[in-house]
């Protein structure tokens, strides 16, 4: 594991552009203790046959290094719009180095300088920071108090500004909950430009049905984002991916690198896709794992809000630092994130949950007056 971020602006006195110039490097601390439930990882290692698998077709591809990969990922997008569904082929699927890849390869083909993207916060805080370093002007909407979304709410704030893009992020991270079709439906109608759906934790929405793929024979301009690293486990080997329009896809032609997918990551992706049924398996037992915290947390006098990711966002705290800091000093890490008196956890294996829940339990015991009641 890394150390604590240092961060000191080394680059004070160098020429970069004057909008970042104020800005830090994103990203959660990584500490070294025993229970880390800060950044929504599976927390189920490959099993070994799979580690067989990958170490097998690495191996098969190390013997054709000296060669670029295949550009266009051909094999690669085949395998994901099988595992889509929805009448999807290859041309209408695209892959990059994690979902944040691909936001960003959209960003730099529909947003850009004079364009503007739109979200619902909270939600995932990447969509902004890529926004930004896109040089893209962010309009951050606000979701309805409950941490829902309300399809009146979005349609009117979407006509109100008109942005070239809208990012939804369904289940939504870090409020937990899905959008319904019939809401993203709405937005698309209204939407100028193009409408990006994050669904970087469908696999584990209590409806699994409740996907926007079942919108893209409707909308040219609408693009779902999957990621390989929650529900498959392999937030290690950076695979995101998306669905929308072959038009769409030929146009991130444009701004992709060239070979930008390594060989390396290809033959990895493929071997993970072929153990599909095996990596989803976690998926039922982390989602049953959820919905029991869910009502334990409430048992000892908390709220959470109800979940269709693997993490649950619960409260409210008076000084949620203090909390964050105690389980930290009890060898639990989690997140602060989140309206202000929230906190965000990952739902880990069942003992690593348990721990979470029993040292939370005895911290707001020892200390009541942190829970705001
Ligand atoms: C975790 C997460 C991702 C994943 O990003 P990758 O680059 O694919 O690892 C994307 N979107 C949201 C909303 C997330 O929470």
Known sequence: MTAPQQVTATWAGLPIRADLADRRPYGAPQLDVPVRLNTNENPYPPSAELVAGIAGAVTAAATSLNRYP??????LREVLAGYLGHGLTAANTWAANGSNEVIQQLLQAFGGPGRSA???????????IISQTTATRWIAADRSGDFGLDTDHAVATVRRHEPDVVFLTSPNNPTGTAASVELIDAVCAVAPGMVVIDEAYAEFARDPGGTALTLLPRY???VVVRTMSKAFALAGARLGY???DPAVVEALQIVRLPYHLSAITQ???LTALRHTDELLATVSAI?????RLVT???????????SDTNFVLFGRFADRHAVWQGLLDRGVLIRATGPPTWLRVTVGTATETATFRSELADLVASQPELVLR
């Open 70 to 75: 295949d550009r266009d990922v051909t094999a």
């Open 118 to 128: 739109l979200g619902f916060e909270p939600s995932y805080s990447m969509h902004p």
């Open 220 to 222: 040219p301009r609408l």
């Open 242 to 244: 998306l669905a929308a």
């Open 267 to 269: 033959a990895v992706a």
């Open 287 to 291: 989602r049953a794992e959820r919905d």
């Open 296 to 306: 334990e947390l409430r048992a000892i006098g908390l709220q959470a809000a109800d």
